[in-house]
């Protein structure tokens, strides 16, 4: 679809990649709307890139509602905002679980709803999730991490053919480590060696390259990791195992510990 005039809602876009998103759909020429829950950081991003902010939080259940109210008729979802949640599922309360499946899960789901009710009677619009390759490949001390982007990713696909016949698309982009920005960047956790990162600004050319050809997935990150969450579909077993060799473990652990604090 046109991106062009197009009004883009991009979620998290307090975060590091939700900046690269919003200004790239921005240098497009799209009309963005940004939602976050730093007041303070998006207000100057949205009046900078001649946008509207409007502060949410996608852990209240009742807010989503009134956000796509207020943001009024959607031409794009780029669905980016999601906890962390990285860890042991016992060192989680209930209460912690529930949030981070509201966060990264429920909240893309209901938008996707509400959304594509609007763009299925257009017919025009586009729904883009921004996942993780922990959507493809698990990993120690990320069960619940790992729950919310398998879970994105089936509904994404069975959406996507839902919606197929309304000439509404949907695409889901599977970020690897990413430097400088998110959740691996401010954890402050360390790679194996050889493997390498994608910057932010790469996740959001992907977002972009989704729509312009209306592509179901696009991986964003190196080869060897790209090749490991192909393999993971076929062989999980096996892949644990390589992990394992390879020190992965430890990185999961220390993404944990970094992001302890934002559950």
């Not at 950081?41 to 009046?47: I, R």
């Not at 709803?113 to 990993?139: D, P």
């Not at 959740?183 to 989704?210: C, H, N, Q, Y």
């Not at 076929?234 to 970094?258: F, I, M, N, W």
């Amino acid at each position: 679809m046109e991106l062009r005039g197009a009004r883009v809602l991009v979620t998290g876009a307090t975060g590091g990649i939700g900046r690269s998103l919003a200004e790239a759909f921005a240098a497009r020429g799209g009309e963005v709307v940004l939602t976050g829950r730093r007041a303070d950081v998006l207000a100057p991003l949205a009046e900078r890139l001649g946008g509207r902010a409007i502060p949410a939080d996608l852990a209240d259940r009742d807010g989503i509602e009134k956000l796509l109210a207020a943001a009024g008729e959607i031409d794009v979802v780029v669905a980016n905002a999601a906890l962390p949640a990285m860890g042991l599922l016992p060192d989680y309360s209930v209460g912690e679980v529930d949030r981070a499946l509201d966060v990264n899960l429920r909240a893309p789901i209901i938008m996707a709803k509400l959304a594509a009710e609007q763009m299925v009677a257009r017919r025009r619009g586009h729904l883009v999730f921004i996942s993780s390759l922990s959507g493809k490949t698990a990993s120690r001390q990320a069960s619940l991490y790992n729950a919310t982007k398998f879970g994105m990713r089936g509904f994404a696909l069975a959406l996507r053919e839902d919606l197929r016949p309304h000439n509404v698309g949907v695409s889901t982009v599977f970020p690897g480590y990413i430097r400088d920005a998110g959740m691996f960047a401010d954890s402050g956790a360390s790679l194996p060696l050889g493997v390498g990162t994608r910057a932010p600004e790469d996740v959001a050319k992907a977002a972009i390259r989704a729509i312009d050809k209306n592509r179901a997935e696009v991986d964003v990150a190196p080869l060897p990791l790209r090749l490991t969450a192909m393999f993971a579909g076929v062989a999980p077993g096996l892949v644990a195992a390589v992990q394992r060799r390879v020190g992965a473990d430890k990185t999961s652990e220390q993404l944990a510990e970094g992001q302890r604090d934002k559950r």
